[in-house]
């Protein structure tokens, strides 16, 4: 559900634009075409912008470093290696869209490699079939392709979960988290899915603490005076541009936070038309 306190607002499908493409094929991982909310939602909050989680999550390039305890117990407990991991984050790539939406795309779960190791491959091989005979095999795979999408200014979809990032102060964020149930997805694969996403991005999770603590020290690290401007240029000189204007870079470039700050550039330096009762219009 989307609003706006200003009265001139484009509609929804020219506002989300190259971004809506993306939200129907996550809308599609439901085979019967229905997705439950489930409530109530994981919460947390950490001492910084919100912009910062803003950026986080089409972030391609952290996951490495910033979650490298959390690949070391895959590693550890036989369900991936690290070299298998570091080449998986390699993989894929990162859009910009106009109006500052933005999306980080990695390949999704195959039924070669269904869900490598995790406990739920032989559900994910029935889904994998209902996708199939629904929606056939190319829209299929678009449908399974990883992405975590950004729609400016605060809402993520992720595979499995809605965020929306919600700024309680320039210094104080709350982040509420709302796992997604596919109706048209049996009960193990739905179970198995919630298993992925509190492992990882629970408030207790392997992900999210990690970020938070980064999160924190930026939000310290940015009072410094001694340096007036931060560097968003990775991956900037080799990024294609298309000719609807989308952005297309290396999986662990910076292309979503850039196509973030242009949409916040535009936002922020547009005086809005106001009425003689002071409301925009
Ligand atoms: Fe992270």
Not at 2 to 17: I, K, N, Q, R, Y
Not at 72 to 86: A, C, H, N, P, T
Not at 97 to 115: C, D, Q, S, Y
Request: glycine share 10%; net charge negative.
């Amino acid at each position: 559900m989307f609003g706006s306190l200003e009265a001139a607002v484009p509609d929804l499908a020219t506002w989300l634009g190259q971004a809506a493409p993306y939200i129907d094929l996550w809308a599609d991982r439901s085979p019967d075409g229905q997705t439950t909310v489930v409530t109530p939602p994981h919460r947390y909050s950490y001492p910084g912008n919100w912009k910062l989680q803003a950026e986080n999550g089409t972030d391609g390039y952290h996951g490495n470093y910033v979650h490298e305890s959390f690949f070391q117990i895959l590693d550890e407990f036989g369900e991936s290696d690290m070299k298998k991991v570091r080449t998986f984050r390699e993989d894929g790539c990162t859009r910009g869209f106009e109006n500052g939406h933005g999306l980080l795309e990695r390949p999704g779960p195959t039924k070669g490699n269904p869900v490598d190791g995790r406990r739920g491959a032989d559900a994910f091989l029935r889904y994998h079939d209902e996708l199939t005979e629904v929606y056939g095999a190319e829209r299929r795979d678009q449908i399974l392709t990883q992405r975590n999408i950004f729609i400016f200014p605060n809402v993520y979809l992720f595979d499995r979960s809605i965020r929306v990032i919600v700024p309680k102060a320039v210094n104080e964020t709350e982040v509420i988290v709302s796992f997604t149930w596919l109706d048209g997805a049996d009960n193990e694969l739905n179970e198995d899915r919630l298993a992925e996403h509190q492992r990882f991005f629970a408030t207790a999770g392997f992900g999210i603490p990690d970020d938070l603590e980064i999160f924190a020290s930026v939000a310290t690290g940015v009072r410094a005076a001694a340096m007036e401007w931060m560097l968003l240029d990775r991956g900037m000189s080799d990024e294609q541009i298309l000719e609807n204007g989308e952005r297309v870079g290396h999986s662990t470039a910076e292309t979503p936070q850039r196509a973030f700050w242009y949409g916040w550039r535009e936002r922020m330096s547009t005086v809005p038309q106001v009425n003689d009762r002071g409301l925009a219009q």
